[in-house]
């Protein structure tokens, strides 16, 4: 290989720029005061269509979780989608004002509190001047995990789903939502093998519309349990020998169909009070097929 050498002195930074393409700035005559800039944004006339949504994505941003599991409270990573409405008399909205609405929020604390979320979606409504708004936050959350027999702790984590709509004159809606993994053994396996049943990997879905006035408890761990406890076993973090046994019997003791786990999830969210309606879907990742099983059910309870 060619040794690389410096055979004479660099030139300056600015001639090295130069040597790769930069130019000089062009001057010009638009002008650099914001009182004197054109507002395309904000032209008058009729553009044909409302707009339901208009936004960003996929912006990172620090958050505290708080939770009813331990740690009570961890800084995590969220990621926003914040959109409004959009009349036709109006070209565009003033995105930055968007992410100024963020940066206070995050100085206001910038936690997973349902109540200031819907502040937030409120706020951002008139910040906007628009009819309607909508926060969306997806982010990791961490919870200890107990071995079954020897209680080593761990964390495990699950992903939480924040989905605030606000409209004015009208009640907002609350969606929250958490995806959980789970273990699945084969109820047809175990019928027909003489020994042992092939297991796979669940991933559990769960959206669920409630109403923040009737939650008791961290809608987290409701729907946590909701998952956990109708799989043939939860996962963990740490698990010796002793824990793996349980683990495994447990799984055994406890066949679950795609088709099961949906069902009995369903029916453990009926009875929660806050929920108003919900979708859940299980995708187990078979482990003796090279497709993954699916079912989904979406229920809206009767107004009483």
Known sequence: MRENRVTSKLPSKAERH?????????????????????????????????????????????????????????????????????????????????TEHLEEYRQQGGTTDLAQLVRF???????????????????????????PMLGKTGLNHAEGLIRISYEEGRESRVVVGLTVVVTTLCPCSKEISE????????????????????MEKDWKVMLLNA???NASAPLHPILKRPDEKAVTEK??????????MVRLIAADLVEL??????TVECRNEESIHLHDAIAKISYKKPRS
């Not at 628009?130 to 071995?147: G, H, M, N, T, V």
């Not at 020994?195 to 009737?214: C, K, P, W």
């Open 195 to 214: 020994y042992s049943a092939h297991n796979q990997r669940g991933v559990v879905t769960m959206e669920a519309h409630i109403d923040e006035l009737d």
């Open 121 to 147: 979606a409120k706020g951002l409504t008139a910040r906007m001047n628009q009819e309607r708004a909508e926060l969306e936050l997806s982010f990791p959350w961490f919870y200890e995990r107990r071995s």
């Open 273 to 278: 009070k806050a929920v108003r309606a919900f």
């Open 227 to 229: 998952a956990e406890s």
């Open 251 to 260: 799984a055994y003791e406890n066949p679950r169909f795609v088709e099961d």
């Open 18 to 98: 130069r040597l790769f393409g930069s130019v000089d700035p062009t001057p010009g005559d638009k002008p650099t005061s914001k009182e004197y800039m054109s507002d395309l944004q904000n032209e008058q006339r009729n553009y044909l269509f409302d707009i339901e949504q208009v936004g960003i994505a996929r912006v990172k941003h620090p958050i505290t979780v708080e939770a009813g599991l331990a740690p009570a409270s961890q800084v995590s990573i969220g990621t926003f989608k914040l959109t409004t409405s959009l009349n036709r008399e109006a070209k565009g909205i003033n995105m930055s004002r968007l």
